[in-house]
Structures are given as C-alpha cells and as structure tokens.
T-cell receptor, first 114, second 119 residues
C-alpha cells in the first residue's frame, strides 16, 4: 500500500542548530514529493517540491530536502534553526500522475529552544 | 492574487444540524480540492474538481457529505446531520493545470481552513 511516514511527531532543536525532519514513502514508482508548513490557525504553505529533476531541492526560508530513491526518503533540513521556524511540518506525496490527491504524513511539530 | 479564502473560519453546531462551508480558489485556478484534518493528523483528501466536474471522491466522503462547484469558481461543502466525529478542520486548496510541463506537476495552494466543532 502507498503510504507516507514522518518519524518523530515532535522535534526540538536549539536556535542555530541543524533541523532534520524525516519523511519516508512507500511506492514502487518515484512519486512527486512536497513539504508543507502550517503555523497555528493557518492553512498549509508550500516549502518545497521534488519534480523528478534535481534530487536536492531548495525551498523557502532556507529549507532544503534531498530525494533518495534507494531509501525512499525525502528528509527536510535547515542548517541553522530560527525561532520563527517553530511550526508543524507535513510531508506530502502525490503517488500517481493523473491522480491529483496528496497523501500527507501525520506531521512533525518543530519546537525551537532559545 | 489574494490566495484561497474560506468562509466561515469557525463553525460550532449541534449534532444533527446541517452546515455548509464555502471556498473561493485563486481566480485563475481550475482545480479545487477539499481535505479534512483532525487533531494530530495530516490532512486527508476528500474530493476534487476540475472546473465544475467532480472527478474524484474519497471513501471518507460519506452520503452525508456533498460538494459542489456549480460554475467552476467557488465551491461549497455541505455536511448533513452532523456527528461529533465530523469535528475537524476542513481545508480547501486550488491549483492550475496551465503550468503543465514535463513533470505534469500542479502545486496546491491551501486556504486557512474552516474549523468545525460539533457539540
């Protein structure tokens, strides 16, 4: 079955430290991959997307993610955390071309420690 | 470009009542999606439209749920005979297929959501 797994429902990092949020998917065919961020009482904002071109994708706010086919992963990273990064992060996958729906992981709440 | 808007932002209703939510997509977007997000979970796909045609419905969309997009612009999601299990955030998103390229990828832009509480 096609699924999306985000390891770690809560992640805490110190301000200035590396942020690493994990996402794995299960699919025999490389899908389209996205990271979204959600601030309290707001909708989802697209951070970055994987379009089957470059495997290292750069997004907004200094975030980037690397698609690793062999590991079926699309982990999100940021070299130096900022207080404003505190939010909920969702990995989303579009498994089939022509199938428009996004399948989301359960999310990771990122807390930044001053 | 004012983004995707949803109305109302919050709705409290009693069990058994009907509720209707509205979504206005980004003006040039021809695709519109509805998702439901419960506490501690990621959004779950409910249904999507291309123009006025409803092309896919999730099994989550029971007979009590109906969505429409009559003129291919705004959409409404109605829940009849609400149950406590319907309490959730209902998210709308839109996208355009005008950007189709080799990837055929359409970015979905989300609205702020409507939070439904059924008491």
């Amino acid at each position: 079955a096609q699924s999306v797994t985000q390891l770690g429902s809560h992640v805490s990092v110190s301000e200035g430290a590396l942020v690493l949020l994990r996402c794995n998917y299960s699919s025999s065919v490389p899908p389209y991959l996205f990271w979204y961020v959600q601030y309290p009482n707001q909708g989802l904002q697209l951070l970055l997307k994987y379009t089957s071109a470059a495997t290292l994708v750069k997004g907004i706010n200094g975030f980037e993610a690397e698609f690793k086919k062999s590991e079926t992963s699309f982990h999100l990273t940021k070299p130096s955390a900022h207080m404003s990064d505190a939010a909920e992060y969702f990995c989303a996958v579009r498994f089939n071309f022509g199938n428009e729906k996004l399948t989301f992981g359960t999310g990771t709440r990122l807390t930044i420690i001053p | 470009d004012t983004g995707v808007s949803q109305d109302p932002r919050h709705k409290i209703t009693k069990r058994g009542q009907n509720v209707t939510f509205r979504c206005d997509p980004i003006s040039e977007h021809n695709r519109l999606y509805w998702y439901r997000q419960t506490l501690g979970q990621g959004p779950e796909f409910l249904t999507y439209f291309q123009n006025e045609a409803q092309l896919e419905k999730s099994r989550l969309l029971s007979d009590r749920f109906s969505a429409e997009r009559p003129k291919g612009s705004f959409s409404t999601l109605e829940i009849q005979r609400t149950e406590q299990g319907d309490s959730a955030m209902y998210l709308c998103a839109s996208s355009s297929d005008l950007g189709r390229g080799t990837s055929g990828l359409y970015e979905q832009y989300f609205g702020p959501g409507t939070r439904l509480t059924v008491t």
